[in-house]
Nanobody
Framework: QVQLVESGGGLVQAGGSLRLSCAAS????????MGWYRQGPGKQRELVAV???????TYADSVKGRFTISRDNGENTVYLQMNSLKPEDTAVYYCNLAGPLGTYWGQGTQVTVSS
């Protein structure tokens, strides 16, 4: 079993920054993919960014150049630095871990960007 605990959401003005963190605990294999998804009001959940334990990253086109994903393998923690935030970034952000035993989700953290 794997637990994911997110932190760092909140309310910010357009153009501002936030940093999300997600700490994983439990039975975690060294090889895995961790990342962030989001679900805005009335929208489907979508990928924001993911990072392989080897360091390879993938970003949604809508966040490229503004968001940066990173991870600390020793601490099983993934981060999402969000800069130049826009109102359309408003969503619940979910941490995700995909590994040999399955896929796990955090409970989500709200990010609200005011115009």
């Amino acid at each position: 079993q794997v637990q994911l605990v997110e932190s760092g959401g909140g309310l910010v003005q357009a153009g501002g920054s936030l940093r999300l963190s997600c700490a994983a605990s439990g039975r975690i294999f060294r090889i895995n993919v961790m990342g962030w998804y989001r679900q805005g009001p009335g929208k489907q959940r979508e990928l924001v960014a993911v990072i392989h334990s080897g360091g390879i990253t993938t970003y949604a086109d809508s966040v490229k150049g503004r968001f940066t994903i990173s991870r600390d393998n020793g601490e099983n923690t993934v981060y999402l630095q969000m800069n130049s935030l826009k109102p359309e970034d408003t969503a619940v952000y979910y941490c995700n871990l995909a590994g040999p035993l399955g896929t796990y989700w955090g409970q989500g953290t709200q990010v609200t960007v005011s115009s």
